[in-house]
């Protein structure tokens, strides 16, 4: 038997990662020796015994297998974090296709050798009575700062200081003014440890019950040991929030560690506010702006046992918890639990490796859920769950349809149909809210025809070209270019025109406050969210009533709840459905459903308008009707005909390089060697110039590969990255598993 040897870590952290040793595998522990494996090695020159973890293992020897040293003995323990996080990344690895250092170098936290902040909390110190006092004297003065943080204050008494300022925007200069006044103070951990009662914790809502079922169903497989994925799919508003709570508390309870996926978009203060109420100080969150060290000091309270809970985004995934019993995926249909860096993975994929791992369950919810997800608890692979009506009675929204086809007819030309506008000015007049949605997607000011919808696209890719200064029309894709011609080519008509100007949501914004002079109106979108605490304070002004309309792009449409919004009007339903990958129709119906979501939360009902060229595409018709399960019957005869996922999978390779030529002849070898290795039922495209075949001067090939077997592709991607170790070529090559998104 050939000599097998091992690359191991003694320092296991993020900047280590190139300082690895080789040590030889004895034959007795051949067979318990593993990636993730704790060993005790003999190290340095007086060859003191250290332990090691070990991230590699081959029968290729770095040195003189003479002198290189034998590890003494191997330590196997499950209970330790860094063997678990090292499986995970090794299984990262070889699925999605990266090197083991990058696969480590995402699990693992950036070690920053700075002091912890001290935590910081702004405690109440009036009784309620005199707080309730204050809070009147502050609204009738429209101190809506002061306002907000003591209505907040008035349910939990004490809050973490970051909290206050960077998700509920109230800025230190207030806080400072509230303390000034001896409203509040602010204190420190330790103070804080010491005085405030941990009973401030809110009383569960009772669930009602279709909740309570759903509820009882899971903890009472949860106490049987039975681990499982299960999909909640309930309607928008529908109460998983305080299923997932249940559930969370009772996986608490048995002491151990839950992980809360939420879109970074829909992480509000009113989100984590709900989860801090809840569970007090055990929750942490992470998020996209928090710096290295703020991170590493999150991970490191959850790798002390401070906290139970963490919430964030996909990258919360790799919490060093050391037993996790629970991972909850919000919104799971969300694009942004893919990853689109090295490794390509999918947060679903991970969380339900990682709960193998720990013995946990995952729980995924949507009122939308991804065709994959769905398409697996038809299966029988994920249980399915059902919450088929809004929690607090609220019906869902009526939904009306305006065709713009018919409006052009009519003679009305403006972005806002007749019926929309009448409705925003009923809603005005109510003093009720109303939210616009643009589905931007797309938008880069295409043009189309507003009496046939045809769009006009670029003759060598699949994609609508965007108007630009002086008439021309350009592919952002390939370059393409061609001058306006002002009538369309398919039915001849003049009404051909850019939709909007290529700011979108500006030109709406413009537009309503011209149309509605006697409205305060906010815009979000990108331009509008730059700066750190933007999103956050449109938001709150919004939630405050302190606006009429809100404009914005998709941005708006994630799990916010505004009781007083009771319209929401959808500018363009089809624009998304012009995107050029498979899943566009299945994006469309998201937003559409989501974005309907959002009117009638509370009492008042509500009403939705979508305004469309398409009002016969089934993705338009589905959300109107809000019928997920005919969309998705009509969406898997597609995905079934053409093969894509979830009726098989694909592997998207990318070969990228400066010079165009290697590219192309690299890109070339390798698809020939795919297609010599493969075996079955597997067909191979391309190479072709990817969709976008340029960025940055780097030029872009793809490979696409096709089965009914994900196994399969991956020793594709397999025998793939080894033909790339062994060519000179500088050409580098990714790869993408089932990918989210068009190359
Ligand atoms: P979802 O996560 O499905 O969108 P949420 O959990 O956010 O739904 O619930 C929507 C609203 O209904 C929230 O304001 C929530 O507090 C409320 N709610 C949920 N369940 C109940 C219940 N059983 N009783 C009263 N209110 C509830
Ligand atoms: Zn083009
Ligand atoms: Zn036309």
Redesign the pocket.
């Known amino acids: 038997m050939k000599d097998m040897y091992a690359e191991i870590i003694v320092d296991i952290s993020c900047e280590n990662l190139d300082h690895t040793f080789q040590y030889r595998i004895p034959e007795g522990i051949a067979d318990r020796v593993c990636v993730g494996s704790r060993v005790l090695i003999p190290f340095g020159r007086g060859n003191r015994e250290i332990a090691g973890f070990v991230l590699d293992i081959s029968d290729n020897p770095r040195f003189d297998p003479q002198k290189t040293k034998s590890i003494i003995s191997v330590q196997n323990d499950d209970t330790l974090v860094e063997q678990k996080l090292i499986m995970l990344a090794y299984w990262m690895k070889s699925r999605y296709g990266s090197t083991m250092n990058r696969a480590l170098a995402t699990v693992l936290p950036v070690k920053k050798n700075i002091r912890a902040k001290e935590k910081k909390s702004v405690r109440l110190l009036l009784s309620p009575g005199e707080a309730m006092e204050k809070l009147e004297l502050f609204t009738a003065k429209k101190m809506v700062a002061r306002a907000r943080l003591l209505r907040e204050l008035i349910d939990i008494p004490s809050i973490d200081y970051r909290l206050v300022t960077a998700k509920l925007n109230i800025s230190a200069a207030t806080i400072k003014a509230l303390c000034d006044q001896g409203i509040v103070d602010v204190v420190s951990e330790r103070l804080y440890r010491n005085t405030v009662n941990p009973t401030a914790k809110s009383q569960a809502?009772?669930?009602?019950p279709s909740?309570k079922k759903i509820a009882d169903d899971f903890i009472s497989e949860y106490t049987k040991g039975v681990r499982s994925t299960y999909l909640i799919h309930?309607v928008?508003?529908?109460?998983?929030?305080?299923v997932y709570m249940q559930m969370i508390d009772h996986v608490v309870a048995c002491n151990r560690q839950v992980i809360v996926l939420i879109p970074e978009i829909a992480l509000t203060y009113q989100t984590v506010m709900?989860f801090y109420k809840r569970f007090g100080d055990r929750v942490s969150t992470l998020h996209s702006k928090l710096s290295d060290g703020e991170r590493y000091d999150q991970f490191e309270r959850a790798r002390k046992g401070e906290i139970d809970i963490m919430i964030g985004p996909r990258s919360a995934l790799f919490t060093p918890f050391s037993d996790i019993g629970l991972i909850v995926i919000?919104e799971e249909h969300e694009h942004t639990y893919k990853s689109d860096q090295m490794p390509k993975y999918h947060a679903r994929e991970v969380a339900e490796k990682l709960a193998s791992i720990h013995g946990a369950s995952v729980v995924l919810?949507s009122?939308t859920p991804s065709i994959e997800s769905y398409h697996a608890a038809k299966a029988g692979k994920y249980k399915l769950y059902v919450?088929s009506e809004?929690?607090?009675g609220a019906l869902l929204p009526a939904i009306n349809c305006v065709d713009l086809r018919e409006e052009l007819k009519s003679g009305n030309r403006s972005m806002l149909s007749e019926k929309l506008r009448l409705s925003i000015e009923e809603r005005l007049a109510n003093n009720e809210q109303v939210m616009l949605f643009l589905n931007r997607r797309g938008l880069a000011g295409f043009v189309s025809c507003r009496e046939c919808g045809e769009v006009v696209k670029c003759p060598h890719c699949d994609v609508s070209l965007s108007k630009h200064k002086y008439g021309k029309l350009k592919c952002h894709y390939c370059g393409f270019e061609k001058s306006e011609t002002g009538v369309c080519e398919k039915c001849g008509s003049r009404l051909i025109g850019a939709m909007g100007n290529g700011a979108g949501t500006q030109a709406v914004e413009e537009m309503i406050k011209k149309s509605f002079p006697q409205a305060v109106v906010l815009r979000m979108d990108a331009d509008t969210t730059k700066q750190k605490g933007d999103y956050e304070a449109i938001l709150s002004s919004f939630a405050n009533r302190e606006a009429d309309i809100l404009v914005g792009t998709q941005m708006i449409v994630k799990?916010h709840?505004f009781p007083f919004v009771t319209l929401v009007g959808i500018l363009a339903a089809d624009m998304s459905l012009n995107a050029s990958d498979y899943r566009a129709a299945e994006r469309t119906f998201q937003l559409l459903v989501q974005a309907a979501g959002r009117a009638g939360?509370d009492s008042r009902p509500g009403e939705v308008i979508i305004q469309t060229y398409r009002p016969d595409h089934y993705a338009v018709k589905a959300a109107m009707t809000q019928d997920y399960e005919a969309f998705y019957e009509e969406e898997m005869g597609y995905r079934g005909l053409l093969k894509y996922p979830p009726c098989g999978h694909m592997l998207a390779i990318m070969i990228e390089s400066k010079d165009e030529k290697e590219c192309a002849v690299f890109a070339g070898s390798l698809a020939e060697e795919v297609r010599n290795g493969i075996i079955g039922k597997v067909s191979v495209i391309g190479p072709t110039p990817a969709t976008i075949s340029r960025i940055k001067d780097i030029y872009r090939f793809m490979i696409y590969v096709k089965s009914e077997n994900a196994e399969m592709l991956i020793k594709i991607k397999d025998t793939a990255e080894e033909y790339c170790i062994g060519t000179e070529s500088n050409a580098r090559v990714s790869f993408d598993l089932d990918p989210m998104n068009a190359y």
């Open positions: 809502v009772e669930l009602n909740q309930g928008t508003g529908s109460g998983k929030t305080e709900r919000d919810g009122a919450l809004r929690a607090k799990g709840d939360r």
